[in-house]
């Protein structure tokens, strides 16, 4: 609460140091629009707003759950198999200099300009980090413990779900936070470079039209949308991993 608290200072501050920007320098609307012009856009626009947010939302939530668990399985499968782990490491490192942003217009072309391409774009930004911290939490389980285990015959799935697995959990608690902040962007990104609907394509129309207050508007929604999705992650989390308040 202390956090949330905090934020909503910081963003009454910002608020206030932006109306006295636009009134000192009379900035004009197409330029800069007021807080209170943005605030009018909210209401008017509402509909249209909303109908674009339930495309970028649902296009964040199925990029985190596919990203998430290919990561959590690429994972599993580099702490299982020390040969495809050295092969698929220098992949993973590769991969990581190829620009993501960069191949977005491939994406739109293989995916086409439905929410596919949009999906495929979350996905791609939190795989690495999501699989590299899952792939640390698993592999970094107190040997003492591994070591126990194989005294008492246990097996490797019985290691792995008992012991590795529940080990990796505050590190998987991070990968998933991770997730959770890169994915806004991912679907963003994507609607910027071909879409026919969400967020980002409603701020790249009113862009072009000078309608400052209405891609404020939708900045604040989305906004909005991550702050809420972190923050809800983040005290689930907490719940889930009490040992682990911390993190």
Request: aromatic letters at 10%.
């Amino acid at each position: 609460m202390k956090q949330v608290g905090k934020i909503l200072l910081i963003t009454v501050a910002l608020i206030a140091l932006w109306q006295l920007v636009v009134t000192v320098f009379s900035l004009p609307r197409y330029i800069v629009a007021s807080p209170w012009d943005v605030a009018q856009t909210l209401v008017k626009q509402w509909p249209l707003l909303y109908k674009n947010a339930k495309v970028t939302l649902l296009e964040i939530l199925l990029g985190l759950v596919f990203g998430f668990s290919l990561g959590l399985c690429s994972a599993l499968i580099l702490m299982l198999s020390r040969r495809l782990s050295a092969v698929m490491m220098p992949l993973f490192v590769l991969s990581q200099a190829v620009p993501v942003f960069a191949i977005a217009p491939l994406l739109v072309l293989w995916f086409g300009y439905g929410m596919g391409s949009k999906v495929m774009m979350a996905v791609l930004i939190i795989y690495f980090p999501v699989t590299a911290s899952c792939y640390d939490g698993l592999r970094n389980t107190p040997t003492q413990w591994i070591d126990l285990a194989h005294t008492l015959h246990a097996s490797r799935w019985a290691i792995l779900t008992r012991i590795r697995l529940p080990a990796a959990l505050p590190s998987l608690a991070s990968g998933l936070r991770i997730a959770v902040t890169c994915a806004p962007i991912g679907a963003i990104v994507g609607e910027w470079v071909g879409s026919a609907e969400g967020l980002g394509y409603l701020m790249l129309q009113a862009n072009a039209r000078m309608q400052s207050a209405l891609v404020f508007a939708a900045l604040l929604i989305l906004v909005l949308m991550s702050l809420t999705l972190y923050f809800t992650t983040d005290t689930l989390l907490k719940k889930w991993i009490p040992w682990q308040k911390h993190l």
